[in-house]
């Protein structure tokens, strides 16, 4: 089967998960936070060892997207979980090598009533007085539109979307799979908004569940520990990182992947956390899951 025969029919290789930013809430600069890193949400995911063709959430880690791209432009697409800053705030900063020649489609949850101009919302966020250009203005082939939870087949990979509960604002979590690999991405996931379930970390819901079904890599919100879990008023939308191990193990996930650490979270306690929960992997910045 030749190489383009392959492509269409999404079968690859190699599926190669860059983890670019793994920080939640808001960046966290400081010499006690260099070993797992600042940057804020961001995942570049590559076929065959070829150039990122797919983006997961800008924070600020899309900073370190054109490293990855051998000089080329960003040619692909950019997928949201949802529009929270931490997901959203590195979009502008992030050029994708030279300008010249980039073109980037950018998807996000489609709101709830639909609305009609997908660009009005991103320039809610961003345009004067909080930023000086509109999305409009990025240099570069933009194009901008919304998702439908569902199936859907981008940049070779297959990807079901499906709405999780977090807190304010539509947020989808993502199975995606090339073939390769299966990757679950729920950066974002309040598991105790639909109740404390049987073990107190949250409950084990149908499209959690779905998502995260016999992957490779379930990346996951782990901003709170479990004695840190207050109401879901005070979880603030989010998990415990013991929620995430028990949600790989009910779903068959091969390996819980620690994400969106709490921005106070130091090394030295991360490094706890990777002795605590040993059969799962703490994110760090810059590291590489490839299967
Ligand atoms: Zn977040
Ligand atoms: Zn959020």
């Known amino acids: 089967m030749g190489r383009e025969a392959r492509r269409s029919r999404g079968h690859h290789e190699l599926m190669r998960v860059h983890l670019c930013g793994v920080r939640g809430s808001t960046p966290a600069p400081g010499s006690q936070f260099l070993r797992y890193g600042g940057h804020t949400s961001c995942v570049a995911l590559a076929h065959d060892g070829s150039a990122p063709t797919l ?118 979590g993502y199975r995606i799979s090339d073939g390769a690999g ?40 782990a901003t709170l520990l479990r004695e840190e879990l207050t109401t879901p008023e005070g979880n603030h939308g989010h998990s415990a990182a013991e929620y995430v191990v028990a949600l790989a193990a009910r779903a068959g996930a091969a390996k819980a992947v620690l994400f969106h650490h709490a921005p106070s979270r130091t090394d030295d306690e991360l490094d706890a956390l990777a002795e605590r929960l040993p059969d799962a992997i703490v994110a760090a910045q810059g590291s590489v899951l490839e299967r």
């Open 182 to 221: 299966t990757v679950t991405y729920m950066p974002d996931h309040g598991s105790t908004q639909l109740g404390p379930g049987a073990d107190g970390l949250g409950e084990y819901h149908p499209a959690a569940l779905q998502l995260a079904r016999d992957a490779d890599w379930l990346i996951h919100d």
């Open 55 to 172: 983006i997961l959430d800008t924070g600020t880690g899309v900073r370190l997207v054109p490293e990855l791209l051998g000089g080329a432009a960003f040619n692909g697409t950019i997928l949201y979980s949802h529009l929270h800053w931490d997901h959203f705030h590195g979009l502008p900063f992030f050029h994708g090598g030279e300008p010249e020649g980039l073109r980037a489609r950018v998807l996000f949850p489609e709101p709830v009533p639909a609305i009609d101009y997908p660009v009005a919302l991103l320039e809610r966020a961003m345009s004067p007085p909080h930023f000086p250009i509109t999305p409009r203005q990025l240099a570069g082939d933009w194009q901008f539109a919304v998702l439908a939870e569902g199936e859907h087949e981008i940049e070779g990979f297959s990807i079901l979307a499906r709405e999780i509960p977090h807190r304010g604002g539509r947020t989808f």
